[in-house]
């Protein structure tokens, strides 16, 4: 069902389902039959997120950087093109008790919530858009993820409300 690693991209276009979110480099879809993954469709000149995701995620397997790999999202494929990758899919909704002991490969900084899910069984949270992450290499080590808190969310969403209404 999900296709093999360098497939083609039709292979990759017969398996897409319901659209779940898009970002402003990927779109992101159901599998059809398949409920433990996602498919990640890059949008135009956007495909090196896939690229990143898929290569920082092998550079992770191969290197045995099992701590990384417990906190990033598995790549199970990407297309020839790079515009589709298969990634595990995780619940959007984060347990709050988690949050402070999520831990982030060195390589990505990234404090938005949006961008991390929680594994099926609940013990524990993984990033799952990686694709912009810093790469010369993989260094091993993690961080705590630095979630935005929750003021600065708002602060930043009345900030955003505000500008929108100078234009209007």
């Keep these: 069902m999900i296709p093999a690693y360098r497939s083609d991209d039709n292979e990759y276009e017969v398996i897409k389902g319901k659209l779940l979110g898009c970002g402003h480099a990927r ?9 433990d993954f ?11 997120h896939n690229e990143n995701e ?14 990384v790999t417990a906190c990033i999202a598995e790549v199970r494929s990407i297309s020839k093109s790079g515009k589709f990758l298969v990634m595990e899919r995780l619940c959007m909704e ?9 831990k982030v490969p060195v390589e ?3 404090p938005h919530a949006g961008n991390y899910g929680m594994t099926p069984d609940g013990k524990s949270i993984k990033c799952i858009d ?9 260094s091993g080590y993690l961080n705590l993820v630095p ?9 930043m969403s009345k900030l955003n409300n ?7």
């Design 147 to 155: 979630f935005q808190s929750e003021q600065s969310i708002n602060e």
């Design 162 to 168: 505000d500008i929108k209404k100078l234009w209007e």
């Design 38 to 48: 996602v498919l990640k469709e890059a949008k135009p000149g956007m495909y090196s």
């Design 27 to 35: 779109c992101v879809f159901e599998i059809m039959g398949s409920s």
């Design 108 to 110: 990505i900084n990234d």
């Design 130 to 138: 990686y694709g912009s992450c810093i790469m010369d290499g993989i």
């Design 94 to 102: 984060l347990d709050p008790s988690l949050k402070s002991k999520a």
């Design 54 to 67: 898929a290569k920082f995620y092998s550079m992770s397997v191969e290197g045995n950087y099992t701590m």
